[in-house]
């Protein structure tokens, strides 16, 4: 039986156990935003950002200095970052195996924000299964000069392309320059084929619309156009999740959305801390309702 992430979130509720130790610390400078801030938006979050993390294997981007100081990216796991997340080993490309972290309960949650993490960057994959995704994702990277307006066509041209092919999609807010398009899979095709899908996606995309789209990561030729990241979907890679902050002034969250929703936004960081607070408590909180139900398969490419 396949339980999702729904089914596996919240098995603690003692996340009122981890000291947040100096929350008066500023950490968004710009922002006067504290660290007893960052852990109160945490666990206000929690049971929208629970489903989205738990048992994934999860990369970390952690701010010992605040936002606007030095950031540091962390896969692997370390007993100092509490006694509550998860290590699970994980074969590295050398094969060697080396432990990854995860997060399994709440409290696990609140022991990474105590070693100031601000952003929460999961695989695309599950714990008991990580060879396999059940989440791909087109992160759309707009260069210099490209108009919101058209991030948001190329996000719905997405959608309807996936759909051609009968594949459902949901719509976020990277909470920086862009969106992700995320597609829910039935963990039946490996990370191999799941990537060589979405590069066979985004090089037709490119073919047909070379003037809008570009399938290559290449920063000289992004000028006026919106690279469609589809590297984000090999083995190892990581998005970050909903609900997540940013570590970038304005303290901007990453914010799932309805399709529906998409033609009033403005920006991909649309939303700050106290805005996604508000989203969080109002009858939008739910904008991917029913995506762990999903079970779709990719197709095959021809
Ligand atoms: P934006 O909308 O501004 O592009 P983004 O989150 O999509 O925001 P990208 O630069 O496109 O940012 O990166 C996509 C993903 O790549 C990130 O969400 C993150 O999970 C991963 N990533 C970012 N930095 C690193 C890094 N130093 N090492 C490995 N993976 C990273
Ligand atoms: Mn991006
Ligand atoms: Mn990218």
């Given at each position: 039986e396949d339980k999702g992430p729904a089914d596996l979130g919240l098995r603690s509720e003692a996340e009122e156990d981890v000291e947040i130790t100096h929350p008066e610390r500023v950490v968004f400078p710009a922002d006067g935003i504290t660290k007893g801030q960052v852990a109160d938006y945490y666990r206000a979050v929690a049971p929208l950002l629970m489903p989205e993390l738990v048992d994934r294997p999860l990369s970390l981007i952690r701010c010992p200095d605040g936002a606007e100081g030095t950031c540091f990216f962390q896969k692997h796991h370390a007993a100092k970052l509490g006694d509550r997340v998860g290590a699970i080993p994980i074969r590295e490309k050398g094969g060697d195996r080396e432990d990854y972290l995860y997060v399994g309960d709440r409290a696990a949650l609140m022991q990474l924000v105590q070693m100031n993490t601000l952003e929460f960057h999961p695989w695309g994959a599950r714990i008991d299964d990580p060879e396999h995704p059940d989440r791909i994702v087109f992160d759309l990277d707009p260069g210099d000069g490209v108009e919101w307006k058209a991030i948001v066509a190329a996000a719905r041209e997405i959608r309807a392309r996936l759909q051609e092919v009968g594949l459902e999609s949901f719509v976020r807010l990277s909470g920086g320059k862009g969106l992700h398009v995320v597609v829910p899979l039935d963990r039946s095709a490996a990370w191999d084929e799941a990537k060589a899908f979405c590069e066979a996606f985004a090089r037709a995309m490119a073919a047909q619309a070379p003037e809008r789209y570009l399938?290559?990561?290449?920063k000289a030729k992004r000028p006026g156009r919106i690279f469609i990241?589809?590297?984000?979907?090999?083995?190892g890679a990581t998005s970050v999740t909903n609900w997540s902050l940013r570590a970038r002034p304005g303290a901007p969250v990453a914010v799932p959305l309805r399709w529906e929703e998409l033609g009033r936004t403005r920006s991909g960081a649309d939303y700050d801390m106290q805005r996604a607070l508000r989203r969080a408590r109002s009858d939008k909180a739910d904008a991917w309702a029913g995506i762990d139900a999903m079970r779709q398969a990719l197709p095959a490419l021809d």
């Open positions: 399938a290559v990561a290449s990241d589809w590297l984000r979907n090999g083995r």
